[in-house]
C-alpha cells in the first residue's frame, strides 16, 4: 500500500491564486521529504528538501519566496506555490524514506529509497 | 558535472525481454536505484543496487558494474502494463539522489 500520501491530487485555479500541497508519510515519520515538479516528457527536477523543524534547503533557480515550504511535523510537509501563474503549471511530486532510529533518536536512512506520492497536477488558468 | 545517461525511447513485444542501459558519472556513489513511472503517475521504486551484481526480483532484475559506472535493468516476459519510463537514479558522495531522464518504453502486441 502507499507510504506517502499526497493531496490534492488536481487543482485548476486562476492566475494570482496561491496553492497549498500536502505530503503526509503514512505509517512513519519522516525528518526529511522532498519536493520535485516535472513538466510533461521530462524528468524529475528536485526543487527543495523540507527538514522538520528547520529551514527548506532549496535547489538552485528555485524561488524559495515563491515556493514556501513548512514541515512542521515529522509526518507532513507542505508546498505552497504563491500567486501561481501560468508557467507554474506542472506535476509536483513529495518524497520521504524510511528512517532509522536508534536510541530514540529518529534520522534519515539515506540507502533507503525515496517513496513517491502520487503527484499533484496543478494547472493554472 | 554530474551525468546520467539513458536512451529516450525503446521499444519491444509483448512476451520478449528488454534491457534498458544506464551509465554514470557522479561525484561519488551511494547506490542506484531503478523507478518505474506510468504516464500521469509518480515513480514507483522497483530495484536498488549498491554492490557489483545482478539482483533478481520476479520479472525485473537490476544489474550494476562500479567499475564501469554502468547498470542495466532488465525485464523478462514483457506485459502489456509494462509500458512506462523506467528512470535511473544514483546517489552520490553527498547522498543526493541524482536522476536521469529516463527511458519511454513501449510495448507492442
Known amino acids: 500500500g502507499a507510504v506517502v500520501s499526497q493531496h490534492p491530487s488536481w487543482v485548476i485555479c486562476k492566475s494570482g491564486t496561491s496553492v497549498k500541497i500536502e505530503c503526509r508519510s503514512l505509517d512513519f515519520q519522516a525528518t526529511t521529504m522532498f519536493w520535485y515538479r516535472q513538466f510533461p516528457k521530462q524528468s524529475l527536477m528536485l526543487m527543495a528538501t523540507?527538514?522538520?523543524?528547520?529551514?527548506?534547503?532549496?535547489e538552485q533557480g528555485v524561488e524559495k519566496d515563491k515556493f514556501l515550504i513548512n514541515h512542521a511535523s515529522l509526518t507532513l510537509s507542505t508546498l505552497t506555490v504563491t500567486s501561481a501563474h501560468p508557467e507554474d503549471s506542472s506535476f509536483y511530486i513529495c518524497s520521504a524514506r524510511w528512517p532509522w532510529e536508534t536510541g530514540g533518536i529518529l534520522g534519515e536512512d539515506v540507502n533507503q529509497p525515496q517513496h513517491f506520492g502520487d503527484g499533484t497536477r496543478l494547472s493554472i488558468l | 558535472g554530474q551525468n546520467i545517461d539513458q536512451p529516450t525511447e525503446m521499444t519491444a513485444t509483448e512476451g520478449a525481454i528488454v534491457q534498458i542501459n544506464c551509465t554514470y558519472q557522479t561525484s561519488g556513489f551511494n547506490g542506484l536505484f531503478w523507478y518505474q513511472q506510468h504516464a500521469g503517475e509518480a515513480p514507483t521504486f522497483l530495484s536498488y543496487n549498491v554492490l557489483d551484481g545482478l539482483e533478481e526480483k520476479g520479472r525485473f532484475s537490476s544489474f550494476l558494474s562500479r567499475s564501469k559506472g554502468y547498470s542495466y535493468l532488465l525485464l523478462k516476459e514483457l506485459q502489456m502494463k509494462d509500458s512506462a519510463s523506467y528512470l535511473c537514479?544514483?546517489?552520490?558522495?553527498?547522498?543526493?539522489?541524482?536522476w536521469g531522464a529516463g527511458t519511454k518504453l513501449i510495448i507492442k502486441p
Open positions: 537514479a544514483v546517489l552520490d558522495s553527498n547522498y543526493q539522489l541524482i
Open positions: 523540507s527538514n522538520e523543524g528547520s529551514k527548506a534547503t532549496y
